[in-house]
T-cell receptor, first 118, second 117 residues
């Protein structure tokens, strides 16, 4: 079983819907990440939270809104998405934060939420 | 700028054959980390190995082995006696140890391995 749990596994939504993806980890990790992965492509970083504060936003459109309610939870709120936003959304976490020397930290990924926008 | 190249897009082997997945990287950092992840059809990226740029010792874990050669900027991955369960997409990735970009994991495009029974 993965130590990073993502729900739902599958989500189908219309362009006018509002939905949320959820991610949970109980490993004591203090950095949490959202990645987007299109078919046959590598994951692309969207957001990074470090110690529950948004530290990195990779120029993601505002129709994606992240939230980190506490150190174990990470949400991605979705609103007015486009069909091209259909993808696998992966959550990950790692020890420590995203400080100056965090490159050694191993990311632990969840199984992803597969999103289809109609 | 960092770059990871996995030239093999897809590989098919017959079960029990050995297979090597190539990874070549580019970086200006003196200290960095290299990773391999496995992504089975279920979607989850599974961590396989992390390698420090100062440690060029080869590593073996069961049927898996990794060959890190700093001189050629390569970090190749070999599966010995492949099994059907090894079928997956394998990603090589690079991360600087320090600096403003140390949060960033740069992935290669991945190699899809199919092991045929």
């Amino acid at each position: 079983d993965t130590e990073v749990t993502q729900t739902p596994k599958h989500l189908v939504m219309g362009m006018t819907n509002k939905k949320s993806l959820k991610c949970e980890q109980h490993m004591g990790h203090r950095a949490m990440y959202w990645y987007k992965q299109k078919a046959k492509k590598p994951p692309e970083l969207m957001f990074v939270y470090s110690y529950e504060k948004l530290s990195i936003n990779e120029s993601v459109p505002s129709r994606f809104s992240p939230e980190c309610p506490n150190s174990s939870l990470l949400n991605l709120h979705l609103h007015a998405l486009q069909p091209e936003d259909s993808a696998l959304y992966l959550c990950a976490s790692s020890h420590g934060g995203t400080g100056f020397s965090s490159g050694a930290n191993v990311l632990t990924f969840g199984a992803g939420s597969r999103l289809t926008v109609l | 700028a960092q770059k990871v190249t996995q030239a093999q897009t897809e590989i098919s082997v017959v079960e029990k054959e050995d297979v090597t997945l190539d990874c070549v990287y580019e970086t200006r950092d003196t200290t960095y980390y290299l990773f391999w992840y496995k992504q089975p059809p279920s979607g989850e990226l599974v961590f396989l190995i992390r390698r420090n740029s100062f440690d060029e010792q080869n590593e073996i874990s069961g049927r898996y082995s990794w060959n890190f050669q700093k001189s050629t900027s390569s970090f190749n991955f070999t599966i010995t006696a492949s099994q059907v369960v090894d079928s997956a997409v394998y990603f090589c990735a690079l991360r600087p140890y320090s600096g403003a970009g140390s949060y960033q994991l740069t992935f290669g495009k991945g190699t899809k391995l199919s092991v045929i029974p």
